[in-house]
């Protein structure tokens, strides 16, 4: 979580997401959307596939759009959409980096391989759904 | 290659992109795929990412799409495009899989850990890219 947050943070093309049009993060939008991505982790470990899992889905993609970015948490002044090449490319680092977390939880390393790929195989599921909003009528 | 062949060979919903609309698989289709796909692993291995290899990245894109899926290879009768949560969702079992045949090289463990890594970046990188002729104007 953290180093996510601060390999966003180390990124100006990343943070000015969060930012003014002068370039001052909105830390009141940051700590908001760091809860929901807290939630967004340990749901993605534990949560059943089910409706409300996807209805949360679609959701979370039009908060990363211009349909939704901005207005959950009020933070008019930052830029109102996430281009979709972002949200696909983020798939490597939140997999590649999540290993050495799951690493320490004193599993046996096939253990740790299979939660490894098991979150591999959801994200990247995840964001074949967070596409949807995206994707031009009957491409999706 | 065979392997992932067979996978889509095993799954009805995945083959019927190389079929009829009766259900009957275009051999010359799929072969000509095949070479192109063959193709396609050692440019993902061995390609710099110069302009050139930008220019066939959108290529690919337009062939998985209504734009030119069909038309090089005059497959009329097949449909006419891959969704996008397909080719999104490729990125896992083509990275999962991989490994097995990296680790058959004689590198060291840690080597092929590396290429490993370097296929899944490339690979996540080029669905982010071919995402492109998808995307609603101005999303992408």
Not at 93 to 118: C, N, R, S, W, Y
């Amino acid at each position: 979580m953290n180093l996510w947050y601060g390999f966003v943070g180390s990124h100006p093309h990343l943070i000015r997401y969060f930012a003014s049009p002068g370039g001052e993060p909105n830390t009141g939008y940051l700590e908001r959307v760091r809860e929901r991505f807290k939630r967004w982790i340990l749901d993605t470990c534990r949560r059943p596939y089910d409706q409300q899992w996807l209805d949360y889905q679609q959701e979370i993609a039009l908060r990363h759009t211009r349909a939704k970015k901005n207005q959950t948490d009020g933070a008019e002044e930052t830029p109102e959409h996430i281009p979709l090449r972002y949200v696909i490319a983020f798939v490597y680092p939140i997999t590649a980096t999540i290993k050495q977390f799951l690493a320490k939880g004193g599993h046996a390393t096939d253990e740790v391989e299979k939660m490894h790929d098991a979150w591999f195989k959801s994200v990247t599921l995840q964001v074949a759904l967070w596409s949807q909003p995206y994707t031009k009528e009957g491409d999706f």
